[in-house]
Nanobody
Framework: QVQLVESGGGLVQAGVSLRLSCAAS????????MGWFRQVPGKDREFVAAITWNGGRTYYADSMKGRFTISRDNAKNTVTLQMNSVKPEDTAVYYC??????????????WGQGTQVTVSS
């Protein structure tokens, strides 16, 4: 089992960079693929990025390619999402999740509580 806690969200201006972190507890962290999703009120949770258990492969939603970077440090039980050139449409609650490498929420069995990112224009 793994518990996840996100941090790094906040209110920022468009165009800046923001780094989200997800700290995991539990000795099995390195056995899970990790994903980042985001959600705005009234909409389904949206896939952002995912990374395999050893960091060997990464996947991104098309709209985030080139701007966002997912990485992980299994020694520190952390996964990060580097967000560059943020846009107002990036405003959402961002969640990290542990599970099978996928862009589908149901393939992830563990979720954090989320961190709010608000981008002003």
């Amino acid at each position: 089992q793994v518990q996840l806690v996100e941090s790094g969200g906040g209110l920022v201006q468009a165009g800046v960079s923001l780094r989200l972190s997800c700290a995991a507890s539990g000795r099995t962290f390195s056995s899970y693929s990790m994903g980042w999703f985001r959600q705005v009120p009234g909409k389904d949770r949206e896939f952002v990025a995912a990374i395999t258990w050893n960091g060997g492969r990464t996947y991104y939603a098309d709209s985030m390619k080139g701007r966002f970077t997912i990485s992980r440090d299994n020694a520190k039980n952390t996964v990060t999402l580097q967000m560059n050139s943020v846009k107002p449409e990036d405003t959402a609650v961002y969640y990290c999740a542990a599970g099978s490498i996928s862009s589908v929420t149901s393939d992830y069995g563990y979720w954090g509580q989320g961190t709010q990112v608000t981008v002003s224009s």
